[in-house]
T-cell receptor, first 113, second 111 residues
């Protein structure tokens, strides 16, 4: 069974204060690891897909990295508009299973001006 | 390009009532999913479909039924609603081995 654990559950930063969010996972063969952003009352919005250990993706102030056991979402010099819940999900070769994404519970990020 | 559209956006049901949630996507995606999101639980997969005419159970399928008669539509039904089904429901679609795109959600309250 695929499992995803995100930490911390909540994080409060000052504007400009860089930090990282963690996503630890166990899968029976990784087909892809996904990062999403979710604003209150909205559906998850896709950010990145990572497929293999060592891969990195960047978008504005966000950078996602992947190892064989975990992924990090690095936030550099964040702004208040980066406040949201960040979700990590994996898709594994679960064979006969859901073929859907298994999500972590998310990290609620607040950036204070 | 509307993406993934869910209707309705809000609904209040009485225990025992039935309803259908509609998900429509205009991206010609093969895969479609229904998730529920509850505080402290994250997103959990209810049912999914890998193509027109197919459906399969996810992690939490009890109390729900689905149908995919047309490729662009995926319906989620509650035959006899229970308070435990109070949740926010999200539909998602994706092409094979790519990221999923989510709708804006349906907030359902069962009283």
């Amino acid at each position: 069974e695929d499992q995803v654990t995100q930490s911390p559950e909540a994080l409060r930063l000052q504007e400009g204060e860089s930090s990282s969010l963690n996503c630890s996972y166990t899968v029976s063969g990784l087909r892809g690891l996904f990062w999403y952003r979710q604003d209150p009352g909205k559906g998850p919005e896709f950010l990145f897909t990572l497929y293999s250990a060592g891969e990195e993706k960047e978008k504005e102030r966000l950078k996602a990295t992947l190892t064989k056991k975990e992924s990090f979402l690095h936030i550099t010099a964040p702004k208040p508009e980066d406040s949201a819940t960040y979700l990590c999900a994996v898709q594994g070769y679960s064979g006969g299973g859901a073929d859907g994404l298994t999500f972590g519970k998310g990290t609620h990020l607040i950036i204070q001006p | 390009n509307a993406g993934v559209t869910q209707t309705p956006k809000f609904r209040v049901l009485k225990t025992g009532q039935s309803m259908t949630l509609l998900c429509a996507q205009d991206m010609n995606h093969e895969y479609m999913y229904w998730y529920r999101q509850d505080p402290g639980m994250g997103l959990r997969l209810i049912h999914y479909s890998v193509g027109e005419g197919t459906t399969a159970k996810g992690e939490v399928p009890d109390g729900y039924n689905v149908s995919r008669l047309k490729k662009q539509n995926f319906l989620l039904g509650l035959e006899s609603a229970a308070p435990s089904q109070t949740s926010v429901y999200f539909c998602a679609s994706r092409p094979s081995r790519k990221e999923a795109f989510f709708g804006q959600g349906t907030r359902l309250t069962v009283v």
